[in-house]
């Protein structure tokens, strides 16, 4: 883990500037995005972009375009100083923090980026808004940062499968590489809106892991329905009282759909509500790979 003198900069002209630089003189850029209260879930994907390249970016922007109005933009945990810290302890020399107007000038944005059919299901329901505001705003950070290689958490699958797609169809100059999901201790997945929670709905919340595991085991032993996958998972959720499940999906990893029997290589998605939080995980599930599922020793094996 290297040390380093973060920078703070506000513009995206300025920022460009260095950048292009960087790259100017032979340079290689690792960029990661967030919307920052940084934990080491993020301090892991900044060491991956440190040992791979030779100037890194990171950008804390809490971006409005993929919030609902009735979502939780405005309680939505912010600490910069503590982001700047953990950024320089994980060997980030850039920290881009634009403002609201910085990154939308014109109040309102007309061009809006869709990526179709992978953002229309899972999250994509409950949140129908939500894939239109990431992909908008990583194209934009994309186009901030140039050419890079960007580094994104396995937790947010479906994130990540819409992200791979949208510059794989627009040719855009960046290389997206996905890093596995960090676990707490119990192996609640590490998330900046963990800390809204209750300590109650802390302790409940490791559910989602224990159901992701269920779902492990029984496709692991060679189980291929999905729907059984899916009850035995939705079984685990339900012995929960504070927990109320959104969805839970035994998908094909790339398509994310569900298909008719599960392949060897599958992901299970779940997402459910802890009072007025709600948190998402998914892991990767093997037929033969039941070892696999977290124990709590582990700290960080699967997305
Ligand atoms: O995963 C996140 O933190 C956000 O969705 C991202 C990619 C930074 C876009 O705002």
Request: aromatic share 6%; proline share 5%; hydrophobic share 40%.
């Amino acid at each position: 883990m290297s040390l380093t003198n973060v920078t703070t900069e506000t513009s995206i002209a300025p920022l460009r500037t260095k950048l292009d630089q960087c790259r100017a003189s032979g340079a290689t850029v690792g960029f990661v995005p967030t919307m920052g209260f940084l934990h080491d879930g993020h301090g892991s994907l900044m060491r991956t972009a440190s040992e791979r390249n030779d100037v890194v970016v990171a950008s804390i922007f809490v971006n409005p375009l993929q919030f609902a109005p009735n979502e939780d933009l405005d309680r939505y945990p912010r600490n910069l100083e503590g982001d700047t810290a953990i950024a320089a302890t994980n060997g980030v020399d850039h920290l881009f923090v634009p403002t609201v107007d910085e990154m939308y000038p014109q109040g309102n944005v007309l061009t809006n980026i869709s990526v179709s059919d992978l953002s229309e299901r899972w999250d994509g329901v409950s949140r129908p808004e939500h894939f239109g505001g990431v992909a908008t705003v990583v194209s934009k950070l994309f186009n901030i940062i140039g050419p890079c290689h960007a580094y994104f958490g396995e937790k947010d699958y479906q994130q990540l499968a819409i992200v791979r797609r949208m510059v794989t169809d627009l040719s855009i100059p960046v290389e997206v590489v996905g890093c596995p999901t960090l676990r707490e201790a119990d192996g609640l997945a590490m998330s900046s809106r963990n800390s809204l929670l209750t300590t109650e709905d802390r302790a409940a919340a490791v559910v989602l892991r224990r159901a992701l595991d269920r779902g492990m085991e029984l496709h692991g032993d060679g189980e291929t329905d999905p729907e059984r996958i899916v009850a035995a998972m939705t079984e685990v959720v339900s012995a929960e009282p504070r927990a109320r499940l959104d969805y839970a999906a035994a998908v094909d990893p790339t398509s994310i759909r569900v298909p008719e029997v599960l392949g060897a290589d599958a992901r299970l998605l779940i997402a459910a509500w802890f009072g007025t939080t709600r948190l998402i995980d998914n892991t990767a599930s093997t037929v033969g790979g039941a070892g696999q599922a977290f124990t709590e020793t582990q700290q960080s094996p699967t997305g």
